[in-house]
């Protein structure tokens, strides 16, 4: 089967730096991927680690070690709005498998 | 970028009502997927397809029906809703020859009172 461990939930400060991690246990693995959900809305596509190290989209990084079967979505100079959910995510037999996401509140 | 669109936005309706949730997508893509979502909670894989004529059930048991006859065009039918069918359901797609990434809809916030 598959699995994927996060924390439920994380509370930083505005401007500082949050790292969301991700384990996961699978018997195929193509790839580990980053969503972001805010409260009522869908889920919107944030990163893609296809090979082992880091991915940068702005503020946004994620990270992927697949001999510790690990990665982690990193968030720098928070804003407000990054107050949501995020889900890691893997591809495996034809289907996407989500983590059960992690509830990020950024205080003022 | 996200051409798919999901109708409607909520619906709220009485138990043993019979409801069609609609979704479609204008991008082409082959693969299309309904997920279940309590709030806060995991997304739940209940139906998905690979193309025209391709449905297969996720892993969660879901007592609703989908169907594919269109390649753009993949709606989601309960056939009689129960309170505990209340939720939110999302709809999927995705590039065929790709595996990071799912487009989703607005998702459809049901409530069966």
């Known amino acids: 089967g598959q699995s994927l461990e996060q924390p439920s939930e994380v509370t930083a400060v505005e401007g500082a730096i949050v790292q969301i991690n991700c384990t996961y246990q699978?018997?195929?693995?193509?790839?580990l991927s980053w969503y972001q959900q805010h409260d009522g809305g869908a889920p919107t596509f944030l990163s893609y680690?296809?090979?082992?190290g880091l991915e940068e989209t702005g503020r946004f990084s994620s990270f992927l070690s697949r001999s510790d079967s690990y990665g982690y979505l990193l968030l720098q100079e928070l804003q407000m709005k990054d107050s949501a959910s995020y889900f890691c995510?893997?591809?495996?037999?034809?289907?996407?498998?989500f983590g059960s996401g992690t509830k990020l509140n950024v205080k003022p | 970028e996200a051409d798919i669109y999901q109708t409607p936005r909520y619906l709220v309706i009485g138990t043993g009502k019979k409801i069609t949730l609609e979704c479609s997508q204008t991008?082409?893509?082959?693969?299309m997927y309904w997920y279940q979502q309590d709030p806060g909670m995991e997304l739940h894989l209940i139906h998905y397809?690979?193309?025209?004529?391709?449905?297969e059930k996720g892993d969660l048991s879901s007592e609703s029906t989908v169907s594919r006859i269109r390649t753009e065009h993949f709606p989601l039918t309960l056939e009689s809703a129960r309170p505990s069918h209340t939720s939110q359901y999302l709809c999927?797609?995705?590039?065929?020859?790709?595996?990071?990434?799912?487009?989703f809809g607005s998702g459809t916030q049901l409530s069966v009172l």
């Open positions: 680690n296809g090979l082992d």
């Open positions: 995510a893997v591809y495996n037999f034809n289907k996407f498998y």
């Open positions: 699978t018997s195929g693995f193509y790839g």
């Open positions: 991008m082409g893509h082959d693969k």
């Open positions: 999927a797609s995705q590039r065929r020859g790709t595996n990071e990434k799912l487009f």
């Open positions: 397809s690979y193309g025209v004529n391709s449905t």
